[in-house]
DNA sequence: AAGATATGATAACCAATAGTTATGAAAAAC
DNA sequence: GTTTTTCATAACTATTGGTTATCATATCTT
């Protein structure tokens, strides 16, 4: 009966060893390994104790390796490269894609300048991206990640916060410069489909800047719409600087100083409870979205 | 750069995964890796989820490997067998050997004849047993373990118990037979060679059975000495069951119940603090010991 | 030769995971 | 149809992973 746990020892040790081999030196094999320099000193002299060999000679600074050592080295690191290889095999073969999905703005001013040039790069796997502003279109177990705005995320899921809401006004560059306050502007606004979104008014209200109400309000229907009005210098729509950072990149867009209003909400990347892969998260973070 | 802490997954999932796949069920798995089977149950979810990939399938009570678990099962397989006999080959090599040191009546008694049933097995490595009465013959870092007599492990040690110390007085079978009672006996004693020793006057005192002041008593010297005479009829010695437990199982010493003292004190065997490797811990067991 | 720097070892402590027990769901065995 | 066995998971405890701080020691710099 081969009982592998009784006769190697915990193999992260292996690995950790393998490191500190390969470096010669502890402090960059911390490094390399993303742990402090202490618990890899700390792995090393278990790891020893468990084999009852010594592996590596300590003189000062200086690390080296015992013929033991260096035996042990060998064996860890080949093992470990076949076990790498094996892995990345197993994951290249399991028809990668990636599937996203976030309400419409979202997608279209954030995810999807990200996905694009995302699936430009080599190496890309397919990735789709679900838009819409109904929640039962993107709250469910097709899509790997979703980017959820609002206040809490919801049951049954679990995820991370990628920005918080600061709401505020934003214009095109030249429409600022011809027009340098509000009165001779048109505020662009937007059919709220859901509650917790907040248009013209709740801006108003909730900021504090009646001055604001002077100004003449016209309804473009979408939020998308009256986004687009404002690059094209139509007026003065709301929106998130987090969510249009490649408009103010790209200078379609300015943001109105001094107008902010923090809403309390915020932009989770949310997955079905312990249904996030490494893979996943990998491939997330090549598209630019670290969790 | 070769960082295989992030191209592989913790390498003990791996281990149990394999298990699972040889098995091809958890139980099973889980009573060769010494977990319960929600252990086991818990790291598959988990690699699968590192993963990306579904390793397994689940019908009820009955679990299969896919076509990924086949693949990863067989690569793992075969790194751990891989690295198994890469760390069998060093151990073997690192010149085995075990050094033991107990006082001289464990050493005769209770030591020895479990050492020599050892040596007498195939693969045994050598083993060395130090007996002396002076605590500092054996109390010194050139022993790998120590079996220790007293109340606590000293200061710098650490251990574990083995048996507390039940004095008792013992005879060979031949003279309880003549003579029942402790009056037509002589009492076998010894010399202290420590405060924490407990002689003839000693066990009377503490022990309350004043009668056994009546008894002849005579003095031979060495504790082994008095063992020695007790197996050879001429009396009655004192000692602890467990230590004797090979002179009792042979027949040639019989305690006399009814005349148990708890002395407080304790058999541990103990080492140098951090110094026991796994290794030794085997050879211990080897030996009977089992930590 | 003296001082500064870099690296390894370890103590004390906190964080995260390993592992357990209990229990429910579902298929196999009887 | 009932019982048994096995896997999944919640809730909890135990153990290990990992950190920070600090000391020892060799190397490097001045």
Same mark, same amino acid.
């Given at each position: ?8 020892? !915990? ?7 393998? =490191? ?45 390796? =015992? ?16 076990? @790498?290889? *094996? ?13 996203? @999905? ?23 796997? !397919?990735? =789709? ?15 790997? &990640? ?13 995820? &991370? ?22 009165? @001779? ?15 013209? !008014? ?18 473009? *229907? ?10 094209? *210098? ?58």
């Amino acid at each position: 009966m081969k009982n592998y746990r009784s006769t190697l020892p !915990p193999l992260d040790y292996l690995l950790f060893f393998e =490191t500190v081999a390969r470096h010669k030196n502890f402090t960059r094999a911390a490094e390399e390994l993303n742990v402090s320099q202490a618990a890899v000193s700390k792995r090393i002299k278990f790891l020893e104790s468990w084999l009852g060999v010594e592996l590596l000679t300590r003189n000062g600074r200086n690390v080296d390796l =015992t013929k033991a050592g260096h035996k042990l080295a060998a064996n860890a690191s080949e093992a470990l490269e076949y076990l @790498a290889l *094996g892995i990345g095999q197993l994951r290249q073969g399991s028809h990668d894609k990636l599937s996203l @999905a976030s309400n419409i703005a979202v997608s279209q001013f954030w995810l999807t300048p990200q996905v694009n040039e995302y699936l430009l790069s080599h190496d890309a796997v !397919p990735v =789709t991206v679900t838009a819409s502003n109904k929640e039962s279109d993107i709250l469910n177990q097709e899509h790997d &990640v979703v980017v959820y705005y609002g206040s809490d995320i919801p049951s049954g899921w679990e995820g &991370v916060v990628l920005f918080e809401e600061i709401w505020q006004p934003l214009a095109a560059p030249g429409l600022i410069a011809q027009a340098p306050d509000f009165s @001779a502007s048109t505020l662009l606004d937007f059919e709220k489909l859901a509650l917790k979104w907040i248009n013209w !008014p709740d801006f108003i209200e909730q900021s504090g800047h009646a001055e604001l109400s002077a100004a003449q309000r016209v309804n473009l *229907g979408s939020y998308g719409s009256s986004l687009d009005a404002a690059i094209r *210098g139509k007026g003065i729509a709301l929106g998130s600087a987090d969510v249009l950072e490649f408009e103010i990149e790209a200078g379609r867009l300015t943001p109105l100083e001094g107008y902010k209003l923090n809403t309390g909400r915020t932009y989770f990347a949310i997955w079905r409870t312990g249904t996030l892969s490494q893979r996943t998260r990998d491939l997330l973070r090549d598209v630019g979205i670290d969790l």
